[in-house]
């Protein structure tokens, strides 16, 4: 089993920034990609950020230049700095990680969520 916690989320002002964590354990081998997603009140869940286990980045085009995802690999870790935040970035942030257990079984992970408000 891999459990995943976020961490971070709050509330802010309109052009505040928040830091978000992830950290995954349990039987975990290896972790390949981790991400962030997350969920408005009334959409869909969208793809926020993404980062391989080289640490090649990928960013939705409404978070680039503001959001930076980074990872901890020997920590199990991954972080979502989100600056200039804005209203429509309201949401539940969701972390996922694409992981090897040790008895070699894959799957994707999900966190359990944490709410980000931003007040305009």
């Known amino acids: 089993q891999v459990q995943l916690v976020e961490s971070g989320g709050g509330l802010v002002q309109s052009g505040g920034s928040l830091r978000l964590s992830c950290a995954a354990s349990?039987?975990?081998?290896?972790?390949?990609?981790m991400g962030w997603y997350r969920q408005a009140p009334g959409k869909q869940r969208e793809l926020v950020a993404t980062?391989?286990?080289?640490?090649?980045?990928n960013y939705a085009d409404s978070v680039k230049g503001r959001f930076t995802i980074s990872r901890d690999n020997a920590k199990n870790m991954v972080y979502l700095q989100m600056n200039s935040l804005k209203p429509e970035d309201t949401a539940v942030y969701y972390c996922?990680?694409?992981?090897?257990?040790?008895?070699?079984?894959?799957?994707?992970?999900w966190g359990q969520g944490t709410q980000v408000t931003v007040s305009s």
């Open positions: 980062i391989t286990s080289r640490e090649i980045t």
């Open positions: 996922n990680a694409d992981c090897l257990t040790v008895v070699l079984f894959r799957s994707t992970y």
């Open positions: 349990g039987s975990i081998f290896r972790i390949d990609a």
